[in-house]
């Protein structure tokens, strides 16, 4: 996104806490090209796969934002903060669900290239996650929120950085932190 959209998107986000209708219709072709790109860079990595498709995980998390009674952004990194963790609430939520079913055959086959596939294996892997994720929550919010950020929205380190408003060398840093110890509490459960 460049600066002039970034702009418009915190301009428009603050008119929609006005109460202004006619906003949601101009925010949403700003917004919905890095809420795709969000979306494809979790569901198209090879170790994370979904029978959820691009445009179904955007539609969901879209419409889970807008049904929101809490429906105020205080800027554009905020609406992508709160995209991502709609994102992560889907995807953990489709996780469980095939978790839960754990029968027929392993696998489910999506025909359209955008889709993917979730396994058992991944499905199990992907709860997991998020229950170290909340766990790491409780006593460091910044080191969850850059994994939701890097690991969920597929943003990249310096697009993190924007999000948190803080030095990529921090996220790096901080990035790493949180893969290790995320890694040890999976290892242990």
Do not use: C
């Amino acid at each position: 996104m460049n600066a002039p959209q970034y702009t418009q998107v915190t301009s428009l986000l603050n008119q929609l806490r006005g109460g202004d209708p006619q906003v949601m219709a101009d925010l949403v072709p700003l917004v919905y090209s890095e809420l795709r790109r969000m979306a494809s860079s979790f569901l198209h990595d090879e170790n994370r796969a979904h029978t959820l498709l691009t445009t179904d995980l955007v539609h969901e998390a879209y419409l889970k934002m807008v049904g929101s009674s809490q429906q105020t952004w205080e800027n554009r990194a905020h609406f992508f903060s709160v995209a991502a963790n709609s994102m992560r609430q889907i995807l953990v939520d489709e996780a469980r669900k095939r978790k839960a079913k754990k029968r027929g055959g392993g696998l489910q086959k999506v025909t359209l290239d955008e889709g993917a596939i979730l396994t058992d294996d991944t499905a199990d892997q992907l709860v997991a996650l998020d229950e170290a994720l909340k766990e790491l929550e409780t006593f460091d919010t910044d080191l969850s929120r850059i994994v939701e950020l890097r690991f969920f929205a597929g943003l990249t380190i310096e697009e993190t950085a924007k999000v948190m408003q803080t030095s990529a060398s921090t996220v790096k840093r901080e990035w790493g932190t949180a893969k290790a110890w995320l890694l040890r509490s999976m290892s242990q459960a």
